[in-house]
């Protein structure tokens, strides 16, 4: 289903999948944000989508600061992903995925977990032979 302005629309899975996540793989696909903030801070921002996507999306304790960060934006049906990358830019910040979690932190920092990430990738894909289909790409 997909929650419209003014209706709620009955529709398929590959309908879904096409109107909002076009260019991804259908697997491992975030819900859909719907939020509005004006000048909002971005601590609060985060922890609204996080509360109305139910994912967890953790600010980085060391970027606080940038956490004060005033943010507006509409988001109306857009892959709460997505939704946290813009809010973190913004606010000078990046996004790193930690498995189900949404990581929010400086540039630097998310370069040195990107690029941990992608050594246990590497390390597993070893392991396992094969890339795994499920798994996102390794990320530069």
């Known amino acids: 289903y997909v929650l419209r302005p003014d209706s709620l ?7 879904v999948a ?5 260019g991804r793989p259908n697997n491992r696909l ?9 000048e909002t801070p971005l601590r609060e921002a985060l922890a609204e989508l996080a509360r109305t996507t139910q994912k967890s999306v953790v600010l980085d304790p060391k970027s606080a600061e940038e956490g004060k960060s005033k943010v507006t934006a509409d988001f109306l049906g857009v892959p709460a992903d997505t939704a946290v990358q813009v809010l973190a830019d913004m606010a000078g910040l990046k996004l790193v995925r930690l498995e189900s979690i949404y990581y ?19 390390e597993m894909r070893k392991i396992l032979g094969d ?5 996102p790409p390794i990320i530069p």
């Open 131 to 135: 890339e795994d289909p499920l798994d």
């Open 18 to 22: 096409q109107e909002f996540y076009a």
């Open 104 to 122: 929010v932190t400086s540039p630097a920092n998310a370069r040195l977990l990107r690029k941990e990430i992608n050594k246990r990738r590497l």
């Open 9 to 15: 629309e009955i529709t398929t899975s590959g309908a």
């Open 30 to 38: 975030p819900p859909l944000a719907y939020a509005s903030f004006k």
